[in-house]
């Protein structure tokens, strides 16, 4: 399992239209038999900012293959660009320790 924490700045656009963005992205992963179950998604925000968290987690790697091969993808790629003004960190991450689910 592989994990990325993507991190930016909402510099553009209004938030509700941006949320609607995100959530049509999640709801195409969600949608598509070829990635249900290997690629997990999630969208945080600061409470009182316009700083955003994404905690993309790749469960399988021909998951991630088809999902980078996804339009949907790319054209949510793009738009995060957008949105962040061009300023978009994409980190690896690794779990250290968690709680019991």
């Not at 924490?5 to 553009?12: A, G, K, M, S």
């Not at 959530?23 to 009182?48: E, N, Q, T, V």
Request: aromatic content about 10%; charged content about 25%; glycine content about 6%.
């Amino acid at each position: 399992m592989k994990q990325f924490l993507i991190r930016y700045r909402r510099t553009e656009g209004s938030p509700e239209n941006w949320h609607r963005e995100i959530a049509a992205f999640i709801a195409a992963i969600d949608s598509d038999p070829a990635l249900k179950g290997k690629i997990g998604y999630r969208c945080l925000k600061a409470c009182d900012g316009v700083d955003y968290f994404h905690i993309a987690t790749v469960h399988d790697d021909a998951g991630r293959v088809a999902l980078q091969d996804r339009d949907f993808f790319k054209h949510y790629t793009q738009a995060t660009r957008q949105i962040a003004g061009g300023v978009v960190d994409v980190t690896p991450i690794e779990t250290v320790a968690e709680t019991v689910a």
